[in-house]
């Protein structure tokens, strides 16, 4: 089992109930192949870098799983075929980014903050 991040960009026209129910097509599709979904983070509407098929902006969702290496062959399939989806980013996290992203969710500091002066 290795440790990835995906990043979802979905269309904006979605309203909240679609996006959430995006999320969990998502997630029920990594756990009935047999992973494990270590974390979510949906981000909600941002701006995005440049249009894409003529939005300048979209929703963004990030999830941290663990699974097999095959099983992400299949979950891209569904991303491209998922006409909800504009962009997709899927990474896999070595064990310093999982350390990081696990600190990170428990609130301990992660020694990048920027110190605030008295």
Not at 97 to 108: I, L, P, Q, T
């Amino acid at each position: 089992m290795n440790n990835y991040e995906l990043m979802v960009i979905f269309t904006p026209v979605l309203s909240d109930d679609e996006f959430k129910a995006a999320q969990r097509k998502f997630t029920a599709l990594v756990t009935d192949n047999g992973g494990t979904i270590v974390g979510e983070n949906p981000w909600g509407l941002k701006s995005l870098a440049y249009p894409i098929q003529k939005k300048t902006t979209g929703l963004y969702w990030v999830m941290e799983y663990s699974a097999s290496s095959d099983f992400n062959e299949k979950l891209k399939i569904q991303l491209l075929r998922d006409e909800s989806v504009l962009r997709h980013l899927l990474t896999k996290l070595d064990k310093y980014a999982v350390e990081y992203n696990n600190k990170k969710r428990s609130g301990v500091p992660t020694g990048t903050e920027k110190v605030q002066e008295a």
